[in-house]
C-alpha cells in the first residue's frame, strides 16, 4: 500500500509540473500566430485566415477578434476575408490584450499569375502591382512551363535533373510551398484545373489527376492515371469552359496536329483533329469554348487562332520570337503572353486578338525560363 501511495504522489506531481506542456488548455495568452501574413486575392474570392493562440509557447483556447484595418476594401469575419472593393487591407487577430503581427491582403478585380525563373509572381493587367509571391523562392530549381491559380492554392511546375519534373504546390493559407511527390516525375508538360476539384497534369505522355494538397511519397502511379491512348504522345492541353472536352497537342507518326476528345476518363475518345504547324503548343480554349489560341515559333513569335469547328488557323498576334505560352483574360478580349526576346528572355506581354496591337507589362519580371501565365479573375 505504501509502494502504491508513492507512485500516485509521484504521479501527481509530474501531472503539476507537465500538464500545460502540449496540448490545448487554459492560460492567459501571450502571442498570436495568423497562419500567413500575405494574401492576394480577386475581388470573387474569399480567403481563410487560422491564428493560433499560445501562453508562454503552449497552445491555448481562447476568443479571438478579427479585425480589418479598413472595411470599405474587406471584411473578416471569422477568419474569413470577403472582399468589398480592390486595394491593400491589413487583417489582424486579437485576444484579450495581445495582437497577431498584421496579414497584409491585396485585392484586385484580376491578377496574372507568371514567374520570374526563382519564384512566382503576381501582376494586375493594368501593370500597375506586382509582387513576389511568398514562399515560392527555390534557390536549388528554376520555375519553368505550367503553372495553374485553384481555389485553395497554386500548383506549378520546376526543372528536374536530366529533364525530370517536380511538382509543386503553394496553399493559400500558409507561406511554405511543398513538393507534391518525394521524387521526381517524368516530364510535365501542362497542368490544367480539374473542374472537380485538384488538377490534371500531362505526364510524359499520358494525363493524369490528382489532389496537389496532398503529398505522394512515391512516383505517381497507375491510380492517378486519367487518360492514355495507344501511340499517342498527349503534351501541352486545355480543358473547355464547359468540362465537356480537352484538346492537346498530340503526337501521331510525324505530324503533329491538336486532337479534341470528349471527357470522360478512360472512355475519352477522339471527336476531330485541327491540323496545325509543328512547333504549336500552349493551346488555350477562350472563354466561351469556340476557339483555340495557341503559341507557334519559327523566327517570330506567333499566336494563331483556330475554330474548334475546323478551318484553317489564322496569325492573330506576332511579337517577339517565340510565344511560350499564354492565356486569355476572362472576358475574351485580351491575350496574356509570355513572350521571348532577342537575348533570350522572357517578358510578359498583353495582346489585342481582333487588332494584333501588343503591350509589354513593364513592371514585370523578366525570367530566363519559358512559363505558361495565367489570368485570374
Not at 521526381?184 to 499520358?206: A, H, M, S
Not at 484538346?247 to 478512360?266: I, K, Q, W
Request: aromatic share 10%.
Amino acid at each position: 500500500m505504501k509502494l502504491t501511495g508513492l507512485y500516485l504522489t509521484l504521479i501527481a506531481v509530474f501531472f503539476a509540473l507537465f500538464s500545460g506542456c502540449s496540448g490545448n488548455g487554459d492560460g492567459d495568452p501571450t502571442s498570436i500566430e495568423l497562419s500567413t501574413t500575405w494574401i492576394a486575392m480577386t475581388t470573387s474570392e474569399t480567403r481563410q485566415l487560422e491564428a493560433t493562440i499560445y501562453s508562454d509557447g503552449n497552445i491555448v483556447d481562447a476568443d479571438i477578434e478579427w479585425i480589418s484595418g479598413d472595411n470599405s476594401i474587406a471584411t473578416v469575419s471569422g477568419g474569413v476575408i470577403s472582399p468589398v472593393d480592390t486595394g491593400i487591407v491589413e487583417i489582424t487577430a486579437l485576444s484579450g490584450a495581445i495582437e497577431s503581427e498584421p496579414c497584409s491582403v491585396h485585392i484586385a478585380e484580376e491578377w496574372i499569375l507568371y514567374s520570374d525563373g526563382t519564384q512566382l509572381r503576381v501582376i494586375t493587367p493594368d501593370n500597375d502591382r506586382d509582387m513576389a509571391i511568398p514562399g515560392t523562392a527555390l534557390s536549388e530549381y528554376d520555375i519553368d512551363g505550367p503553372m495553374v491559380w485553384l481555389e485553395n492554392g497554386i500548383a506549378y511546375h520546376t526543372l528536374a535533373p536530366f529533364n525530370y519534373s517536380y511538382l509543386w504546390y503553394r496553399p493559400f493559407g500558409s507561406e511554405q510551398a511543398h513538393m507534391v511527390t518525394g521524387d521526381t516525375i517524368e516530364p510535365i508538360y501542362d497542368i490544367r484545373p480539374n473542374l472537380t476539384g485538384g488538377i490534371f497534369l500531362t505526364v510524359y505522355q499520358d494525363i493524369h489527376t490528382l489532389n496537389p494538397s496532398q503529398t505522394f511519397s512515391q512516383y505517381i502511379n497507375a491510380d492517378h492515371l486519367y487518360y492514355t491512348r495507344s501511340g499517342v504522345k498527349l503534351e501541352d492541353f486545355d480543358i473547355s469552359p464547359d468540362g465537356a472536352s480537352f484538346v492537346s497537342a498530340c503526337r501521331l507518326g510525324t505530324s503533329p496536329r491538336f486532337v479534341l476528345f470528349d471527357l470522360d476518363g478512360a472512355a475519352s475518345e477522339p471527336t476531330d483533329t485541327l491540323p496545325v504547324a509543328y512547333m504549336a503548343s500552349c493551346p488555350r480554349f477562350n472563354p466561351t469554348g469556340d476557339k483555340i489560341a495557341y503559341g507557334y515559333a519559327t523566327t517570330v513569335g506567333r499566336v494563331w487562332l483556330i475554330e474548334t469547328s475546323g478551318g484553317s488557323a489564322v496569325n492573330i498576334i506576332s511579337e517577339g520570337q517565340e510565344v511560350a505560352g499564354l492565356d486569355w483574360s476572362p472576358d475574351g478580349t485580351r491575350l496574356v503572353m509570355c513572350i521571348r526576346n532577342m537575348v533570350n528572355e522572357y517578358e510578359l506581354w498583353i495582346g489585342d486578338p481582333e487588332t494584333g496591337a501588343t503591350q509589354k507589362l513593364t513592371n514585370a519580371e523578366s525570367s530566363s525560363e519559358r512559363y505558361f501565365p495565367q489570368w485570374v479573375d
